[in-house]
């Protein structure tokens, strides 16, 4: 069978652990990764918008010595004629030796891996899941503070739609004395199923609010999120809520010194750009940042040892 990567906890927080290790090894020693896919392909599936996660992915297979294929966006593929995505993915697999995908239907990954015996990399399902922006993230987070654990994280924003947050929460709750604390209007709190599986189950506390500014002098991570517009019913109701919350250099005085900002991007209104100067601002590191996690994962993948 092969490995997927549909949901966070497909990997032990060991395997976890040693893929921060290889992404440190490959950001520091990365000629020595430089031929370690030659001859490999790695497929990009994207039937829905991306910027960061597709072309991490490819820069992070080119990197490794591979090549890349795909499409990014549905109208481009067979899926505009009908084509399922069993079918799709049957054909891509004869191709390629490992595919990352991202789909608006939650369950799609996970449904498409069962067509194929090439890894499937989930990038993304709907409002679901995000399993490799949580990679991206736990390095970032092991970069900046040193540790995975003891911190108090704030998850502001659409806790709602916003998958990457549902998956961060999954990765962190395994990790030791992490306090959550969930920052979002009403309408868009962190779904229950998050909640009970993962927190609840293990009985982790959490603190709930409305107000980021309550809670700014608490944070040791703040981890800003986009009001996801494509998710949403009715346009009304996402523009009453789009701007929440702004992040501003005014609502950081009241933050710690070693705040750590993270954003998955891409960012809206959320983040002021005067905050970029800002020296706890940690998102365009982590863009970095997912392009080594993301090669480190590969290789885990297709069982290349360098
Ligand atoms: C995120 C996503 O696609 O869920 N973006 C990303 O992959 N870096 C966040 C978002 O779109 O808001």
């Not at 481009?76 to 799709?88: H, L, M, P």
């Not at 900046?144 to 654990?149: H, I, S």
């Not at 506390?205 to 949403?232: G, N």
């Amino acid at each position: 069978m092969p490995r997927n990567i549909i949901d966070v906890t497909d990997l032990t927080v060991k395997e976890i652990n040693e893929l921060i290790d290889t992404a440190e090894d490959i950001a520091a020693n990365p000629e020595k990764y430089r031929e370690a896919c030659r001859y490999k392909q790695l497929a990009t599936l994207f039937f829905e918008p991306s910027t960061r996660t597709r072309l991490s992915f490819e820069s992070a297979m080119l990197a490794l010595g591979g090549s890349v294929l795909g499409f990014s966006e549905a109208n481009s593929s067979s899926a505009a004629k009908g084509e399922t995505v069993g079918d799709t993915i049957h054909t891509v697999s004869c191709y390629a030796d490992i595919i990352a995908m991202r789909h608006p239907k939650e369950g799609a990954p996970y449904a498409a891996a069962q067509y194929t015996e090439v890894p499937i990399i989930n990038a993304g399902d709907g409002g679901h899941n995000h399993p490799t922006q949580t990679l991206t993230d736990l390095l970032t987070i092991h970069r900046e503070k040193g540790r995975l654990g003891g911190f108090t994280i704030g998850f502001c924003g659409d806790l709602k739609f916003g998958r990457t947050v549902h998956s961060l929460v999954n990765a962190l709750c395994r990790y030791e004395d992490v306090n959550f604390v969930l920052i979002s209007p009403l309408e868009l709190k962190l779904p229950r199923y998050v909640k009970e599986e993962a927190l609840k189950k293990r009985g982790i506390p959490y603190k709930q609010t409305d107000s980021l500014e309550a809670v700014m002098p608490d944070l040791d991570i703040l981890y800003m999120t986009r009001v996801q517009r494509e998710r949403f019913f009715n346009e009304e109701d996402y523009l009453r809520l789009k701007d929440s919350y702004i992040l501003t250099p005014e609502k950081l005085e009241r933050a710690k010194a070693d705040l750590s900002i993270l954003h998955p991007l891409p960012r809206v209104n959320e983040i002021s750009v005067a905050v970029d100067k800002d020296p706890r601002a940690a998102y365009w590191k982590q863009v970095k940042n997912g392009k080594f996690i993301r090669m480190a994962l590969i290789l885990k993948l297709l069982d290349i040892q360098v």
